[in-house]
């Protein structure tokens, strides 16, 4: 009898065991990326990669539409590896160079922070420019502002849809979730 107790009460503690081990890891996170780069402006998802929200596009990111002359920050830590201007395209854009073949690139921006420069390291999270309609924008001028940005693995736009959805506010700073391998 006695023996046949402390079985029983074994077999409970096994079970209240695995039960509070599952407890505590909780689901599977995806990996350790996920939700490890944030969102670089506040507005409304107007378009994603190849999706002009609604109908197709050959567009090679998402497009947020917020504030003119609201701040854009770094999506994730690295340092500044090309800034341009491209006429009727991207305007004035940005290129911030990642770990592990990723880069980010930030368009159409009104204009940078004061210490903006090939080489310069920014954290994740810190401002790097204002968004405006600089470039090829629809509609022209102020109605058009918008930040386009780009997630490149190896200088190839990356497809993320996933992450957001059309007309969806999202925040800056507010963790992406997509689980972009490499970036942890
Ligand atoms: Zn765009």
């Not at 930030?106 to 420069?117: E, I, K, P, T």
């Not at 309609?133 to 001028?141: C, I, M």
Request: charged fraction near 10%; aromatic fraction near 12%; proline fraction near 4%.
């Amino acid at each position: 009898m006695r023996s046949r107790f402390l079985r029983l009460l074994t077999v409970i503690g096994l079970m209240l065991g695995s039960v509070g081990l599952g407890a505590a890891l909780g689901p599977a996170p995806a990996s350790a990326a996920y939700g490890a780069v944030k969102w670089p402006a506040s507005g409304v998802i107007t378009s994603r990669v190849d999706d002009r929200c609604p109908g197709y596009d050959n567009h090679d990111g998402y497009d947020i539409a917020g504030n003119y002359r609201s701040v854009v920050s770094a999506a994730y830590s690295g340092s500044v590896s090309y800034i341009g201007y491209d006429t009727g395209g991207y305007g004035n854009y940005v290129i911030i160079s990642h770990v592990n073949g990723w880069s980010t690139l930030y368009a159409h921006l009104d204009g940078y922070v004061s210490r903006m420069r090939v080489g310069e390291y920014f954290n994740r999270g810190d401002g790097i420019g204002y968004m405006g309609y600089t470039g090829g924008v629809s509609p022209p001028g102020v109605g058009g502002t918008h930040l386009h940005f780009e997630m490149l693995r190896y200088n190839s736009p990356q497809v993320w849809n996933s992450a957001g959805s059309c007309g969806q506010s999202v925040t800056r700073g507010n963790s992406i979730p997509f689980d972009f391998v490499g970036l942890n």
